[in-house]
């Protein structure tokens, strides 16, 4: 053949080559199999579930085998198929079968403080109890263990021991102070307090709540508590005052129509919500050091002065000063102050609350 007929022969050879390899299927990627391909479909399961498709989410889990996960993936697997029930008893069934067959399971702390909800809402406290003491007053830093505190009180509340309860609240003060459960941590102290007979502690809690979340979850039952608390010490006006409250600034709430029901109305003029519980206070003592101010604070709690508190001022270097009492006027937290000069020898001042 001649040189320029192979030449040409050549290149049509190439271009069929060519030809062939652009015609060749391409091959399709390996689709994940087996435990990867279940916890890719957890994955999904999961994410469904967070993005409130709690409907997607059983369809989903529904698909993966019993036995079809690594442990560790299969523990996590059991938790979001508890979470997806629907009815209340297989919801608390699959929790305690969780805790069973998982017992050091990742979500251990959740399923408890879920099943013990459980059994808190239908009245077994003891349980409910029972079942929280994994959480630990002076170490809980989660979410989880915060709520797991505050129900835990609440349970030993229910079973009737108030004043356990508010001394457990106490106890866990470190925990929940300036965190996002601390509104619920001081309805339940408040709470505590006022089943224990001691109002004047209910106040100081209470008076804490609606300082830090005037509009927050609990601030009708709150406001109504504290009301009951200015009952329970004898300040009718006072109480009248801030049920009168409640009505104006949370007029639908459940506590309005309680309020109602004892034949107040809330009248034109909206009053000022704090300070609630009284203006006045006696301050006793002025300190450089904090541990004088404590000292003298639990001297005074421990002769029958529940509402005593240490302040720090903003001074350079602080003063700690010690107040005691919470009164609507001056004439009041000067009868305080009094009392205590003649019992203990203690000069005061009426300051402000």
Known sequence: MRPGLRAAALVLLLAGAVTLVAAAPKKEAKKPTGPEANAALLVAARDAFDRGRTEEARAILIRIPENGLTPDKADA???LRALVLEDGNAYDQALSDYLARH??????????LA???LRYVSGDYAQAENLLAIFTPGVERSATGRQGLVTRGLAQLGRGDAAGALQFLASA???LKGSPEEESY???TAQAALRASKPSAAMAALRTLLERHPQGDY?????YAMGTALEAVGRQADAAS???QVAQRFPLSYEAARVRDRGIRPGDTVTPLLPIGGGYAIQIGAFTRKDLADALARELRAAGNE???VRQGSETPPLFRVRAGSFATRDEARALGERLRRERGLSYQVVPR
């Open 242 to 244: 801030v049920f009168r």
């Open 307 to 309: 509402d005593v508190s």
């Open 219 to 223: 601030a009708p039952q709150a406001l």
């Open 186 to 188: 001081e309805y339940a």
């Open 77 to 79: 697997a059991a938790y």
């Open 173 to 175: 003060e470190s925990d």
């Open 115 to 117: 099943l013990a909800r």
């Open 103 to 112: 017992p050091k399971g990742v979500f251990r702390r959740e399923a408890t």
